[in-house]
């Protein structure tokens, strides 16, 4: 909310401002309704996650108007989007499934400005700008990926299965940045490759119980054979 309201006076194009604007007030609807929903639930909205937290507070550091629409439009309201979008998938309560939707449908739209805006900002960045957004977008990146790792408990007691959901991230993350030129292009395509990400979300993400139910079933069916 804070941060989209500080992006207004950054950005120089007009539609741009509009777009922003209307960020502002859909961030504040979703904090309310969230916090309403709790409330009468009768909990509230936990603090937010230290990896998170070093991300939301970089994002609002910066005075560059680049670094700060790459950390937020594209690497923050892409995350939120996806996230939404697999929690509402393994929830059932009527209310927090619309209430999910609704979010989702705003966050979706939030992460087109970094499609449509992003570029353009991009393509006027110097050299010294340019390795700027590159550190701060790969330690975000980092901060992110440890976010999940952290959170990894608490998604899977909604059955969520982080590895899976960190890929489809990823995948969205890195159509977004093609998009970007051919420089980003080509950085993405050597972090963010096919073979390490699938290495990343193994190592990270795959479940705890997996390995140890695959290995537990043959030794059963073995017993019991012999039996
Ligand atoms: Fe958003």
Known sequence: LQISAELIPLVEDLDAQKVLAVQVVEEAKHVTALQRYLELLGGEIPPVNFFCKQVLEGVRATKSPAVKLLGMQLLVENLAHHLFLEIRSHVEEPVLRDLLRYIDQDEAKHVGLARNYLPRILARAGKLETAKI????????????????????????????????FRRVTREHRKLVSNLGWF??????????????EWLADTLYTRRNEPIRESRAPATSAKGDRA
Not at 184 to 197: E, G
């Open 184 to 197: 980003w292009r080509l950085c993405t395509k050597v972090t963010l490759s096919d073979p390490f990400i």
């Open 134 to 165: 590159l550190g701060y977008s790969t330690f975000w990146g980092l901060c992110l990926l440890s976010a999940g790792y952290q959170l990894k408990e608490a998604a899977e007691s909604l059955d969520i299965d982080v590895a899976k959901g």
